[in-house]
């Protein structure tokens, strides 16, 4: 069965340095999200990707993330500088269309010191 | 806000009882889903169910939707073990990003 896949499952990272997390989508999905779950929280929406550009986004979603799809299966979310409060799980999510079911990854657990 | 709250927050069941989460939301939606997740895993699609249905059937799920309430409410009957996670409740409204609740911490014992 097609899955979400993402890389690194732990990523430990100093504050201030960039991180770069990937995921690789479901091969004929179209939409693809970035969500993150700081420990004991809620699954907070990031970003949403479509047609090669962001679609929308949350105001987590700062100017030190950016989101790429570098080669029509990679999807990545880049952290410049990384800050204390991004450790969190980073989930990668894509979905067939709008408003149907979306298929997660296993996610990436970043954790900055 | 577009998030859902689910209700309980936790919940902690007998091994073949049933158990049931509610959820409430805020705005318009165009569908709701549920979704599991394992501790420390991803999230797992369960159910959707769109704007102009009533209630859905899958398997030992049942959704109901009562889009005057603005409520939706999940039923697992003859709870396992195996069910124990945490349930959330995802909005989808007029964007294509979902919101998630804060979850339903349910524990099935054996």
């Known amino acids: 069965e097609p899955e979400v896949t993402q890389t690194p499952s732990h990523q430990v990272t100093q504050m201030g340095q960039e991180v770069i997390l990937r995921c690789v989508p479901i091969?004929?999905?179209?939409?693809f999200y970035w969500y993150r779950q700081i420990l004991g929280q809620k699954v907070e929406f990031l970003v949403s990707?479509?047609?090669?550009?962001?679609?929308?986004k949350s105001e987590i979603f700062d100017d030190q993330f950016s989101v790429e799809r570098p080669d029509g299966s990679n999807f990545t979310l880049k952290i410049r500088s990384t800050k204390l409060e991004d450790s969190a799980m980073y989930f990668c999510?894509?979905?067939?269309?709008?408003?149907?079911?979306?298929?997660f990854g296993q996610g990436t657990r970043l954790t900055v010191v | 806000s577009q998030q859902g709250e689910e209700d309980p927050q936790a919940l902690s069941i007998q091994e073949g009882e049933n158990a049931t989460m509610n959820c409430s939301y805020k705005?318009?939606?165009?569908?709701l889903q549920w979704y599991r997740q394992n501790s420390g895993r991803g999230l797992v699609h369960l159910i959707l169910?769109?704007?102009?249905?009533r209630e859905k059937h899958s398997g030992r799920l049942r959704v109901t939707l009562d889009t005057s309430k603005k409520s939706s409410s999940l039923l697992i009957t003859a709870s396992r073990a195996a069910d124990t996670a945490s349930y959330f409740c995802?909005?989808?409204?007029?964007?294509?990003?979902?919101?998630f609740g804060t979850g339903t911490s349910l524990t099935v014992i054996p």
């Open positions: 995802a909005t989808v409204g007029t964007g294509n990003q979902f919101y």
């Open positions: 999510a894509s979905s067939l269309d709008r408003e149907v079911e979306a298929f």
């Open positions: 705005t318009s939606i165009n569908n």
């Open positions: 091969s004929n999905h179209l939409y």
């Open positions: 990707f479509y047609n090669n550009e962001i679609s929308e």
């Open positions: 169910i769109r704007s102009n249905e």
